[in-house]
């Protein structure tokens, strides 16, 4: 049986998925922007985003160029891979 694969796995099950939202901090900035500097701060991995507006929620994968403004207006979230809470 090959062993790396299986230890990427259980590496990999210490990881969860979470849903922030979104600071006004952030305002203004693209999604690649965002998504490096919440790296760079907590190491999640920013993977999507979620607005919501006109009453429609609309969720995309990786927008890198996406600009987000009224984030508060529009109740913006991300979601994000990160090691589990513990």
Avoid at 39 to 52: M, T
């Amino acid at each position: 049986m090959d062993s790396i694969w299986l230890k990427q796995y259980a590496e990999g099950m210490d990881h969860e998925i979470y849903r922030i939202k979104l600071s006004h901090k952030l305002e203004n900035k693209t999604f690649a922007e965002v998504s490096g500097l919440i790296y760079k701060h907590n190491k999640s991995i920013v993977f999507g985003i979620e607005i919501r507006t006109n009453g429609k929620t609309i969720i995309r994968l990786n927008p890198s160029d996406f600009k987000i403004s009224n984030i508060i207006e529009n109740e913006i979230y991300v979601y994000v891979i990160q090691e589990g809470l513990k």
